[in-house]
């Protein structure tokens, strides 16, 4: 069988802001230089695959070691014809495996850091296979051509845990970090709404939040909470918590929400809190300060350097002692700036040269 040759082949997680990247590429590059092949992630039912030329879909197809096999011989054709590989996050036990096994590839791989593959380097493995793709994981992490994300910080992780000695690009990584003008119209005043988290997942911290705000539970406040994907025990956890220390004032957000839908929330949102101990929830984070809402997160974090670096005034979730807020019209400014499609595309530009 003939295999295309493809100048950037794109090892893909499936996750909910793939599918717009896949279209934002379509669009503006052609679409004869780059394949995407889904190897794993959300199922496609939950996120749709393109089906297209230029996508290949592996996503829940095999399972252990038979996937492994049948990735290596699926990519390695593909592989040896293209000018770079981009794994988009690297901690998914098939991807590593398949980088463990071929790394001639090594010398064109470039790594799009999601946040949860850099910051495991101190993770504790319970079983010999988990440990096993540890291992191999961190072996490779520090090799790549090409570090790519936005957080000049988080490549500097990845030289201080892995000795990383590939290039830094600075890049937008996806079309949710752009900035949008979505025209979404500020609330009356009748409630203070607060916001807390972006999920379900347990790095949330959201107890440790929701205590921080219990001083203020006599108060007119309304606790948005968006536990709609992530550990579903977790949730349940938050929300009994929740409701016994605030009743009606906390309301969890268990069911997905359209996106335009969710964009109203937003509008309504004066303070969110973001207790995540490292990089996480950039897309909401950037919408809520493009919008100039008062946006709370932990100062130990790679995106607090990243903010005040760029002049985006983001608080101190230690220093959380009043319910004040105000319209941040300098962060609207910054962010439209410098989350916007033409920087986006000029750092792909680069990429892709």
């Known amino acids: 069988m003939k295999i295309n040759k493809y100048k950037f082949i794109h090892i893909i997680k ?8 896949y279209n934002f590429i379509i669009e503006n590059f052609p679409s004869d230089e780059h394949l995407f092949i889904y190897v794993v992630g959300q199922p496609e039912s939950k996120f749709t695959i393109p089906e ?56 064109k791989s470039y790594w799009v850091m999601w946040g949860v593959d850099l910051y495991n380097y101190s993770l504790k493995v ?25 957080l000049k910080e988080d490549y500097s992780i990845a030289e201080k845990e892995y000795s990383a000695k590939g290039e830094f690009y600075e890049c937008l990584m996806y079309p949710s970090n752009l900035y949008k003008e979505y025209g979404v119209k500020d609330k009356d005043k009748k409630f203070i709404n607060i916001q807390v988290g972006n999920s379900a997942d347990r790095t949330n911290n959201h107890l440790e939040v929701l205590r921080k705000l219990l001083p203020f539970k006599d108060e007119n406040i309304r606790i948005y909470v968006p536990l709609s994907y992530g ?57 809520l300060l493009g919008l100039g809402k008062t946006v709370y997160i932990r100062r130990d974090t ?20 009043d319910l004040g807020f105000s319209k941040e019209e300098r962060n609207i400014e910054v962010v439209k700036t410098y ?3 033409s920087n986006f595309l000029k750092q792909l530009r680069e990429l892709f040269t």
């Open 302 to 321: 790679s995106q607090w350097e990243f903010f005040t670096e760029k002049g985006i005034n983001v608080r101190d979730i230690e220093k959380l002692n």
């Open 126 to 150: 319970s079983t010999i296979k988990s440990l096993l793709n540890y291992v191999m994981a961190k072996n490779l992490k520090g090799r790549f051509a090409g570090y790519i994300t936005y």
């Open 231 to 287: 550990s579903k025990e977790n949730a349940n956890q938050v929300i009994k918590q929740g409701l016994n220390w605030f009743g009606d004032k906390f309301i969890p957000l268990t069911e997905f929400i359209p996106f335009e839908e969710y964009l109203k929330l937003l509008g309504t949102i004066d303070i969110a809190i973001f207790n995540h101990k490292r990089q996480q929830a950039m897309g909401n984070t950037i919408t």
């Open 52 to 107: 297209a030329e230029n996508v290949i879909n592996l996503n829940n197809q095999y399972k252990g070691l038979m996937k492994s096999l049948r990735l290596s011989k699926i990519l390695q054709p593909y592989c040896d014809g293209a000018e770079k590989i981009i794994f988009h996050s690297f901690y998914a036990k098939d991807i590593v495996r398949f980088l463990f096994f071929n790394q001639k590839f090594l010398s």
């Open 14 to 21: 499936n996750d909910k802001f793939i599918n717009e990247f």
């Open 339 to 341: 989350f916007s499609k």
